[in-house]
């Protein structure tokens, strides 16, 4: 986990930790800013996966403590490492632009070969603009591809797409070792930390949220929000 490690080592952890909400689609997390990752969905029985270590007292916890959850094989405490992450990280505006990753996606894959990590809900589009879109996601549907098929069709692509989750799911560097030299290579989503580390390593655009309105967060992640439903936030986008 190179590329977390580094993000990681970039950060500074003196900030207290005010709250902590797990929602069923969103984790928040408030230290020095607010932040969100996507929460995971696992299939099965609630009771059948692994509990959150120190779940009802994770704010007696320190930021560092925190953060370094984001390497945890389990992944709701994974979660709740790379929301800690992304609260800890003082996002450079000037670096960033302020637009959805779907226009870009709609801009640099008109006529190419796309792969799209994860089922988003503008896929319907790219299909109409795309030579050839292959989305995988974990539980497939429609014309999804599942997992396994990422090694097969990640390198046919001229643009490739990831889902910031493959951050918690431990797969990004081996998402991006498949991806060929000459592909446009971005990483989306709220979990997605904005920062330029991730520029260093093969890619090209770093989609992701900036928190504008913690409260307003806190209250969507608490009452189940979905990310459309999400209010308090802007979507930005550090680029090459």
Request: hydrophobic share 40%; net charge neutral.
């Amino acid at each position: 986990m190179k590329i977390l490690d580094e993000i990681l080592d970039s950060l500074n952890y003196e900030a207290p930790v005010k709250d902590i909400r797990m929602g069923p689609f969103q984790t928040a997390v408030h230290t020095r800013n607010c932040a969100l990752a996507s929460t995971p969905h696992e299939t099965g029985p609630h009771h059948s996966h692994f509990p959150v270590t120190h779940a009802g007292n994770l704010l007696e916890k320190d930021a560092f403590t925190l953060a370094s959850m984001a390497r945890s094989e389990n992944l709701f405490e994974a979660a709740i490492g790379m929301a800690s992450i992304n609260s800890l990280m003082e996002v450079d505006k000037s670096r960033c632009r302020a637009i959805n990753a779907a226009e870009i996606l709609a801009k640099k894959g008109k006529g190419r070969r796309m792969v799209v990590i994860g089922h988003f809900p503008f896929v319907g589009q790219l299909h109409k603009i795309a030579r050839k879109l292959w989305v995988i996601e974990k539980n497939p549907r429609y014309d999804d591809y599942a997992e396994a098929e990422a090694d097969r069709f990640i390198p046919q692509a001229d643009v490739v797409a990831i889902t910031g989750t493959a951050f918690t799911n431990h797969t990004m560097e081996k998402l991006l070792q498949l991806c060929s030299p000459k592909a446009y290579v971005m990483v989306l989503g709220d979990t997605t930390p904005l920062t330029p580390i991730l520029l260093d390593y093969g890619i090209d655009a770093a989609c992701g949220t900036r928190v504008i309105d913690p409260e307003a967060v806190m209250k969507c992640v608490s009452q189940g929000a979905t990310f459309k439903q999400v209010k308090g936030i802007e979507l930005l986008a550090i680029e090459k």
